[in-house]
């Protein structure tokens, strides 16, 4: 039976009721068909695509495969053009972020290398500052005693040396008093050629208790300290040869060195601290390539492209023939895609300008 039909028991007015409702009903459901319809993907227009595009829009285009599949063929080009695009800015970003990353290493490495400069040089003047005190040992502790005479008596009777013309500036022990260690004596000598004759001497002092050292800073104590036991084997192996510790930490045998512990110190305490400097901030103050905040129009997107010319430029010869034809290809290629755009859109080909020269011929397009 029919749906216009009455039914058993119906009466023709509430038939006519029926049909009302039938059409709002109807007219409700022409409603959500045009909602539907309106919030599918709108089209993209082609028009001005490539000049509202810069640097602030970058990883704004995302498309997902399914989207792409379902694009006509002026949607997909539009689509590619802009993720080139965005590839270039990205390109030129990481450009200049290799840049910065560069000038920040060098910077690094040269602030390293001056501050090594300044601690060799610090090293260096606190040992030179030290140069005319000697440090003597195991000299024993008495109360009120008189370190003068003390060291005096000694250098007469033990290296038997003259004192007559000697002068102490200044005499003390070392450290806190300890009943259980012998402190040592630091004694600063007015001529340095006292130093010398008694350091000479000091071989009369073998299988005593004393000892005689010169004062160095903590940092070259410890560097010689760590070369006495092989010292030792040296000695013992060139009784008759030469064998001694040389400045700053820098075991020598026979007049040549075996072994240093300050190998660079030479060349790093003659480096100039404010070169270093120099040069650091030459790097950091380098010209550094941006990325152009301004868009970048269809006509010229690809003039930044390498041509044959700047390829033979680099002076890199064996693949810059083949590097340009591939990059001249991929030029033609893209203002291809782009005449194609603009003849889909009815717009003149002359907008393009030149499309057979290199991509740096390309005149600019008004959009």
Not at 52 to 65: L, P, R
Not at 323 to 344: G, K, V
Request: net charge positive; charged share 30%; proline share 4%.
């Amino acid at each position: 039976m029919r749906g216009n039909q009455r039914k058993k028991g119906q009466t023709s007015q509430e038939m006519h009721d029926n049909k009302g409702r039938g059409k709002d009903n109807g007219g409700h459901n022409g409603q959500t068909c045009q909602a539907n319809q309106n919030s599918k993907r709108k089209r993209r227009s082609t028009g001005g695509t490539f000049d509202t595009i810069s640097e602030n829009t970058i990883n704004k285009v995302t498309v997902s495969k399914d989207d792409f599949m379902r694009m006509n063929t002026d949607e997909k080009l539009v689509t590619i053009f802009d993720l080139l695009h965005n590839t270039n800015l990205l390109s030129e970003k990481i450009d200049s972020i290799e840049h910065e990353v560069k000038s920040f290493k060098m910077e690094s490495e040269s602030t390293c290398t001056r501050l090594k400069i300044l601690e060799y040089k610090i090293i260096d003047n606190e040992a030179k500052s030290r140069k005319n005190n000697l440090i003597f040992r195991n000299f024993p502790e008495r109360k009120w005693e008189n370190l003068e005479d003390v060291i005096a008596s000694f250098i007469n009777d033990q290296l038997e040396l003259d004192t007559t013309n000697m002068y102490i500036d200044k005499i003390h022990r070392i450290g806190s008093f300890n009943d259980k260690q012998t402190r040592p004596i630091i004694v600063r000598f007015q001529n340095e050629r006292d130093i010398e004759d008694i350091l000479a001497s000091a071989y009369k002092l073998k299988g005593t208790k004393y000892g005689i050292n010169r004062d160095y800073p903590k940092e070259i104590t410890q560097a010689r300290a760590r070369l006495w036991n092989r010292f030792k084997q040296e000695r013992a192996n060139n009784p008759k040869g030469s064998v001694h510790i040389g400045y700053p930490a820098k075991l020598i045998v026979q007049k040549t060195v075996v072994q240093d512990e300050f190998p660079d110190w030479k060349i790093i305490t003659q480096s100039h601290r404010t070169e270093q400097q120099k040069t650091s901030e030459t790097v950091t103050k380098s010209p550094v390539h941006k990325t152009p905040s301004n868009p970048i129009s269809t006509s010229n997107r690809y003039a930044s492209l390498p041509t044959e010319s700047d390829e033979s430029d680099t002076g890199d010869d064996s693949d810059s023939t083949d590097d340009a034809h591939a990059t001249d290809q991929y030029s033609q290629s893209m203002i291809q895609m782009e005449a194609h755009l603009n003849r889909r859109h009815h717009k003149p080909d002359d907008a393009l300008g030149a499309t057979s020269g290199t991509p740096n011929t390309v005149a600019p397009q008004n959009r």
